[in-house]
């Protein structure tokens, strides 16, 4: 006999299936309602599975991916041997199994799954699914909210553009503009609590902004040459702010009043960072060194030289104890800001890195260069993915805290928003 018709009850329901045999399942596929020995071939849809855990694990060593990614469906019903089975899931060599994985793990509270998907990075899976345009010219900086639903672009054409992100990916949207600057916007800041936003011109000003409904608070002015990059502290009390007229300043943001000037670099200072705890800050330049200044006394720390050409970005990691620069030669390097040694040198890149971001964990870095935005693991500088989608020079990325969001800007004018399907 060749066939067979058996009644599986499920819940209150009867479901009528037609169980295959082996002869006949040499001889044609199963068609919807028939049984399938597990490992043995691709259930049909609205068929049955026979075999339990073992067939599930028969479909998961399948080299069909979907035969994998239905398994890893099935097995969460088979208690801890499915649920392990999953987590081997995360190192398959399909992105879409991997992916699969991790949605049915994402909610699971066990500890030890907890532990697993703290120790995977899901960077490698990001995947554009939004593409936010507004600007009539290249997007220069940007700066996104703690709970990445909001943020907010700086462009060539003198605007701060303000998105709602929301909880659902096909509904970002532009929400308003910011315009007072007379000159291109070189950089954005907001502060750690969401409501006070700095912005660095070409027009030699700084402004702060209420970050909520756009309404100018403050110029400042004292640089002679262009704003080229600004940075609130933790606390949100002191603005810092590096030039093209080489000097970082330090101002009181509730007065506005100017605290200090830093000088030490020989070229135009092209961006300034502060570390975590708000003590430390990091300027580079292009006169191709890095330094590290105290904040309170305005003492420098350090210098780092190692780069052979101008030095156009940098990261500190969350614990404060690294430094990640990068320049127009192409290369990422990694520092020990306790020592002031160089750690480690990282290549791949094959034109200016122009944005650095350190994940919260301060194991991945991050780095935007010429038409990719290439993903490393900070701790032993492998490279973990190359994401492309920009058609010109990446200016600007911003992740969110919780590492579900990646936002990159750039000279192509185009906002990518960048989440694991």
Known sequence: MSQAVAWLIFGKKFLQISIMSASKQHHQQPTAKDAVLGGQITPPLGGVVLGGIAGVKQRFHSPAIASRMASLREALNHGEAGLNLVLQGLQD???????????????????????????????????????????????????????????????????????????????????????????????????ANGRLLASGSRDKTIKLWDARSGQELLTLTGHIGYVNSVAITPDGKTLVTGSQDTTIKLWDIKTGTKIRTLRGHTSLVDSVALS???????????????????????????????????????????????LVSGSLDTRIKVWDLQTGKAIRTLEGHWGWVKSLIVSRDGKTLISASYKEIRVWNLETGEPIQVLTGHINLINAIALSRDGQTLVSGGEDSNIHIWRVP
């Open 93 to 191: 060599h399909s992105l879409s199994v991997q992916r699969t994985a991790l949605l049915l793990l994402w909610r699971r509270p066990d500890p030890h799954v907890r532990q697993a998907l703290a120790d995977y990075s899901q960077y490698h899976l990001f995947d554009i699914v939004d593409t936010l345009q507004g600007h009539a010219s290249a997007i220069v900086s940007l700066a996104l909210s703690a709970n990445g639903r909001i943020l907010y672009s700086a462009g060539a054409d003198f605007s701060i553009k303000v998105w709602d992100l929301g909880t659902d990916r096909n509904q970002h949207k532009l929400i308003g503009s910011i315009r007072g600057h007379n000159q291109m916007i070189t950089s954005i800041a907001l502060s």
């Open 276 to 322: 975590p705890d708000g003590k430390a800050i990091a300027s580079c330049s292009w006169d191709t060194t890095i330094r590290v200044w105290d904040l309170v006394s305005g003492r420098q720390r350090w210098e780092f030289i190692g780069h052979s050409a101008r030095v156009l970005s940098f990261a500190i990691s969350p614990d404060g104890r690294t």
